[in-house]
C-alpha cells in the first residue's frame, strides 16, 4: 500500500522502545511535547518541506486576506443539506446515533493513545463530603451540588480533537501567509493564577491568528463517508499493519469495495485500527505512535484533496497521516500537516473512535452519515477536544440483525 512518490519506513518497534526510533523527538515536539519526556537521539527528519511542497496548491485568500476558517467554509446549507440526506435516506427505518470520542481520562499514568502525555484526572471541587465537613454550605432551600476540578495538565490535543489551521506550518508563514510570529501571541492578564506546577501565571502564549475558536464558532456539519481501510485491506482483526502507507488509490479502492460514492466537500473519516490496537494492547502488535499507518505524501493526494474541497479529514490515529515518511529517498516528519493545514487550510480530526462506526457499516453497507460537531471554543488555542456524532440511517437489514 503505497503512492507514487512515498514509502513505508521500517517495521513495527516494542512499546518501550517507541522513541528510540528515527525522528522520535522531532515527532513529539510537534506535537507539543517537552523533549525531556523523551529519550534524547540524534536522527531527525531531514527533508526539507518548502522545497516538497513549493508547487503544490494553496488556499491562501480564497476567502479573504484576512480569513481564519480556512477549508471550513466550504461547509454550508448544502453540505449540511447532504448529511440530512444520507441519515434519512429513502429506505431507512431509523437512525443510529454514534460518537466518536475516546475518553479524555482513565486509571493508568499514562495515556495508551499518547503515552508521552499524562492522562486527565479530575477530582470533586465539591460533593456531599464537602457539606458535611464544613467546607460548604447548601444553597437557601436546602439544594446541594457537586463539582469537578482537574488536577493535572490538560493537554487539548491529548484525545479526541480537531486541529486549527494555524496548528502547523512551515518557514515563516502559517496558513493564509499569516506570520508565523503569530503562534507565539502573548496575553497578560490582570489577576495571576497559579499553574498546574504551583507557578504563577500572569501570561500565556497562543495563536493571533488561526486558532480553533474559529472552527468552534463555525461547526463541523456535513456528509461524513466512512473509508474503512482497516478493513478493505487490513490483516487480523481488521487493521492495517503498523507502517502501513494510506495512498489515494486505497481511499478510492475502498470506497468502490463499500459501494460509497465520496463527493466534492465530504468529510472523509479513515478507520486503520489503531485507536483499538492502542486500548486492547493487541498480543500481535506492540502499538507505537511513530509506527502508526496512516495517509502517505504524494502529489496526486494533495491535488485530489484540494480539487475534491474536502473541508476537514478524520481518523483514528495521532496524526491522520503516517507520522515519518521517506520521499523521493528523504525522510520527513508528517509531510501532509504542512499541505494540508498549512497550505489548504485543512485542518484534522484526530483520536477518533471508530469501531463502533465501522462495525455498523459493515453489517448493513450504509458508510455515509451526518457528521456534526463543534470543538470546545478555546480561544488562541492550537487545537481543541471534540466530541463528533454520526449520525447513521438504519436500514431493514440492520434493524432486523439487532431484533
Known amino acids: 500500500m503505497s503512492d507514487n512518490r512515498s514509502e513505508a519506513s521500517g517495521g513495527g518497534v516494542e512499546r518501550r522502545e517507541f522513541v528510540r526510533g528515527c525522528g522520535?523527538?522531532?515527532?513529539?515536539?510537534?506535537?507539543?511535547?517537552?523533549?525531556?519526556?523523551?529519550?534524547?537521539?540524534?536522527?531527525?527528519?531531514?527533508?526539507?518541506?518548502?522545497?516538497?511542497?513549493?508547487?503544490?496548491?494553496?488556499?491562501?485568500?480564497?476567502?479573504?486576506?484576512?480569513?481564519?476558517?480556512?477549508?471550513?467554509?466550504?461547509?454550508?446549507?448544502?453540505?449540511?443539506?447532504?448529511?440530512?440526506?444520507?441519515?434519512?435516506?429513502?429506505?431507512?427505518?431509523?437512525?443510529?446515533?454514534?460518537?466518536l470520542q475516546t475518553s479524555m481520562t482513565g486509571e493508568v499514568d499514562r495515556d495508551p493513545i499518547f503515552p508521552t502525555r499524562t492522562v486527565a484526572r479530575r477530582t470533586n471541587a465539591q460533593d456531599e463530603r464537602s457539606y458535611?465537613?464544613?467546607?460548604?454550605?447548601?444553597?437557601?432551600?436546602?439544594?446541594?451540588?457537586?463539582?469537578?476540578?482537574?488536577?493535572?495538565?490538560?493537554?487539548?490535543?491529548?484525545?479526541?480533537?480537531?486541529?486549527?489551521?494555524?496548528?502547523?506550518?512551515?518557514?515563516?508563514?502559517?496558513?493564509?501567509?499569516?506570520?508565523?510570529?503569530?503562534?507565539?501571541?502573548?496575553?497578560?492578564?490582570?489577576?495571576?493564577?497559579?499553574?498546574?506546577?504551583?507557578?504563577?501565571?500572569?501570561?500565556?502564549?497562543?495563536l493571533g491568528r488561526a486558532d480553533v475558536s474559529h472552527v468552534a464558532d463555525h461547526g463541523i456539519v456535513g456528509r461524513g463517508v466512512l473509508l474503512d481501510?482497516?478493513?478493505a485491506m487490513g490483516g487480523a482483526g481488521d487493521r492495517l499493519e503498523?507502517?502501513?502507507?494510506?495512498?489515494?488509490?486505497?481511499?478510492?479502492r475502498t470506497a468502490d469495495e463499500q459501494g460509497v460514492a465520496l463527493g466534492p466537500r465530504d468529510v472523509p473519516v479513515i478507520r486503520t485500527g489503531s485507536?483499538?490496537?492502542?486500548?486492547?494492547?493487541?498480543p500481535e502488535h506492540e502499538w507505537a505512535p511513530l509506527e502508526e499507518p496512516g495517509l502517505c505524501y504524494s502529489e496526486g493526494l494533495v491535488e485530489?484533496?484540494?480539487?475534491?474541497?474536502?473541508?476537514?479529514?478524520?481518523?483514528?490515529?495521532?496524526?491522520?497521516?503516517?507520522?515519518v515518511q521517506i520521499i523521493d529517498g528523504e525522510e520527513y516528519l508528517v509531510?501532509?500537516?504542512?499541505a494540508f493545514h498549512?497550505?489548504?487550510?485543512?485542518?484534522?480530526?484526530?483520536?477518533?473512535?471508530?469501531?463502533?462506526?465501522?462495525?455498523?457499516?459493515?453489517?448493513?453497507?450504509?458508510?455515509?452519515?451526518?457528521?456534526?460537531?463543534?470543538?470546545?471554543?478555546?480561544e488562541r488555542a492550537t487545537g481543541a477536544m471534540i466530541n463528533p456524532v454520526a449520525m447513521k440511517a438504519t436500514t431493514p437489514e440492520s434493524a432486523d440483525e439487532s431484533e
Open 24 to 99: 522520535a523527538l522531532a515527532a513529539f515536539a510537534a506535537a507539543g511535547v517537552s523533549a525531556g519526556d523523551v529519550t534524547a537521539q540524534s536522527d531527525r527528519p531531514e527533508g526539507d518541506l518548502e522545497a516538497l511542497l513549493e508547487e503544490m496548491p494553496r488556499n491562501w485568500g480564497r476567502w479573504g486576506e484576512d480569513d481564519e476558517l480556512g477549508a471550513l467554509n466550504f461547509l454550508g446549507s448544502a453540505e449540511a443539506l447532504a448529511g440530512v440526506r444520507a441519515a434519512t435516506r429513502e429506505d431507512a427505518t431509523g437512525i443510529e446515533t454514534f460518537t
Open 132 to 206: 458535611r465537613e464544613g467546607e460548604a454550605e447548601p444553597s437557601a432551600g436546602g439544594l446541594k451540588f457537586s463539582d469537578d476540578r482537574f488536577v493535572n495538565s490538560l493537554y487539548p490535543q491529548g484525545t479526541t480533537h480537531v486541529d486549527a489551521p494555524g496548528h502547523a506550518w512551515y518557514g515563516d508563514r502559517i496558513y493564509n501567509g499569516f506570520d508565523a510570529e503569530t503562534t507565539a501571541a502573548t496575553k497578560e492578564f490582570d489577576e495571576p493564577l497559579e499553574g498546574c506546577g504551583g507557578e504563577s501565571v500572569s501570561e500565556t502564549r497562543g
Open 229 to 231: 481501510v482497516g478493513r
Open 242 to 252: 503498523p507502517n502501513a502507507c494510506i495512498s489515494r488509490a486505497d481511499l478510492e
Open 275 to 282: 485507536v483499538a490496537r492502542a486500548r486492547d494492547d493487541d
Open 304 to 323: 485530489w484533496v484540494h480539487e475534491m474541497e474536502f473541508p476537514v479529514i478524520g481518523g483514528d490515529t495521532l496524526s491522520v497521516e503516517k507520522n
Open 335 to 338: 509531510p501532509l500537516h504542512g
Open 342 to 378: 498549512r497550505n489548504l487550510g485543512v485542518p484534522f480530526a484526530e483520536v477518533l473512535w471508530l469501531e463502533d462506526l465501522a462495525e455498523s457499516a459493515a453489517a448493513d453497507g450504509v458508510y455515509d452519515f451526518l457528521f456534526t460537531g463543534a470543538p470546545i471554543n478555546i
